[in-house]
């Protein structure tokens, strides 16, 4: 009995796959097609749930840089020569609670966040959303080279069989 083992490496599934005498090339070619064409769609599968993962990571980001943003339209106090927003006590409990590092400061009873700390996180964040940005624009090229891998693969099976089908016309026309 004749045995063959087929390495393919950009499908695990059929890495391993063996065949014994007695199964078409015909027969093989399509397996292995087919599992080329499930591969490259679970990859897309995955890569476009990553996609929208980071789809709401970004819209997170553009949500908390708008909440900060707003708190300089606020007008300015100066908090011993460094300007500073007031902040209402729930104000300041949320920033307390969403973000702790922003260390609000306390003068006369009030908690004022004050401004250059605000505007470095402000910047953070957005360095963050352009780091997602990056991402994002990578997993899209990602995404359209195995979508162009994909086409290719269901291009050559649909012309491996085509090419046989073409064959056994030719052979019943002979025969005949």
């Known amino acids: 009995m004749l045995s063959y083992q087929l390495n393919i490496h950009d499908s695990p599934s059929i890495r391993a796959l063996k065949i014994s005498e007695g199964v078409s090339e015909t027969s093989l070619e399509q397996t292995i097609g087919l599992s080329l064409i499930s591969e490259y769609n679970t990859q897309l599968l995955n890569m476009s749930r990553g996609l929208q993962q980071n789809l709401d990571q970004k819209r997170n980001a553009q949500t908390e840089i708008k909440y900060l943003a707003s708190f300089i339209l606020k007008e300015p106090t100066d908090l011993n020569g460094t300007q500073g927003f007031l902040l209402t006590p729930e104000e300041a409990t949320n920033l307390q609670n969403k973000y ?12 004022y966040i004050e401004k250059p700390r605000l505007e470095a996180f402000i910047e953070s964040k957005k360095q963050d959303l352009a780091a997602l940005n990056t991402d994002s624009e990578m997993a899209s090229l990602q995404i359209q080279t195995v979508v162009d891998q994909r086409k290719q693969a269901i291009t050559l099976l649909s012309n491996l069989i085509a090419s046989r089908d073409e064959t056994i016309m030719n052979i019943v026309r002979n025969i005949k």
């Open 100 to 111: 702790p590092q922003l260390n609000l400061t306390q003068k006369d009873g009030q908690t």
